[in-house]
């Protein structure tokens, strides 16, 4: 098993109309069997945080990654 880093991100407009990425949260994840699972456990812990039906009212996207710390699966909402 892996651990994992799952990274839940607003996607925003800058004052000048530029797009960006806003950090909302990040979700550890210890241990999972694959980048799917953990994926899928960092939505339940994020919505059990936050205590909403879905993290999509607070996140656009979520990018998980090892622990090592390379990209594996992103998630849009």
Request: aromatic content about 6%; overall charge positive; glycine content about 2%.
């Given at each position: 098993m892996?651990?994992y880093?799952?990274k ?19 979700v ?27 993290w ?22």
């Open positions: 892996t651990q880093r799952v839940f991100y607003k996607d925003l407009l800058s004052s000048d109309g530029h797009p960006f990425k806003c950090l909302q949260r990040i550890e994840i210890r241990h999972a069997r694959s980048a799917d699972r953990a994926l899928k456990a960092a939505q339940c812990r994020y919505e059990r945080l936050t205590k909403t039906p879905s999509k009212l607070y996140a656009d996207t979520a990018e998980t990654e090892n622990a090592e710390g390379s990209a594996e699966r992103r998630a849009r909402a």
